[in-house]
């Protein structure tokens, strides 16, 4: 079958750094998704990586290593405002159970 | 580009009623995605398509739901009957040509069946 592990809930204090790990078993594997999705919003998606490595995109980074199964999104400089739940997904259709980050002043 | 546009956004009814939700994606997009969250399951894909030709949909719960495509710029999502377990809030995404990447979902339709 096909699954995708990540915690479901991660605290950090506002200006820190926060890594969600995220880990995947599926066959034919092309990359690994992040979505961010706030609460009574829509998800909205963050990155792709296809290959193995950190990916940055401003305060957000995601790294994949395909030989492990296993990726993370990186959030620095945390702003209160990221407070969200964040969805890793394969295959561009299966997505994870969602990590719901709370940020504490 | 508006987004993906979906309606209603709210849709309050009750048991043994027929519901239908439309979306339409984002001009250019060729795949369109229909899924549906709750908080015990998470976000579930019911159906895809590609180029309007139905390609997954293998989610899709039983018959009592259906979907269509008629044109590049219109879907529709349908259950019939509705039970109250269908309560949750059923998004419409669509994707360009870009292969496994990004999709933009469109704000969700917020289903409660009473």
């Known amino acids: 079958g096909q699954s995708l592990e990540q915690p479901s809930e991660v605290t950090a204090v506002e200006g820190a750094i926060v890594q969600i790990n995220c880990t995947y078993q599926?066959?034919?594997?092309?990359?690994l998704s992040w979505y961010q999705q706030h609460d009574g919003g829509a998800p909205t998606f963050l990155s792709y990586n296809a290959l193995d490595g950190l990916e940055e995109t401003g305060r957000f980074s995601s790294f994949l290593s395909r030989s492990d199964s296993y990726g993370y999104l990186l959030l620095q400089e945390l702003q209160m405002k990221d407070s969200a739940s964040y969805f890793c997904?394969?295959?561009?259709?299966?997505f994870g159970k969602g990590t719901r980050l709370h940020i504490l002043p | 580009d508006a987004g993906v546009i979906q309606s209603p956004r709210h849709e309050v009814t009750e048991m043994g009623q027929e519901v239908t939700l439309r979306c339409k994606p984002i001009?250019?997009?060729?795949?369109l995605f229909w899924y549906r969250q709750t908080m015990m399951r998470g976000l579930e894909l019911l159906i895809y398509f590609n180029n309007n030709v139905p390609i997954d949909d293998s989610g899709m719960p039983e018959d009592r739901f259906s979907a269509k495509m008629p044109n590049a710029s219109f879907s529709t999502l349908k259950i019939q009957p509705s039970e109250p377990r269908d309560s949750a809030v059923y998004f419409c995404?669509?994707?360009?040509?870009?292969?496994?990447?990004?999709?933009?979902f469109g704000p969700g339709t917020r289903l409660t069946v009473l």
């Open positions: 599926t066959s034919g594997f092309y990359g």
């Open positions: 997904a394969v295959k561009r259709i299966i």
């Open positions: 001009s250019g997009h060729n795949s």
């Open positions: 995404a669509s994707g360009g040509t870009s292969g496994y990447n990004e999709q933009f």
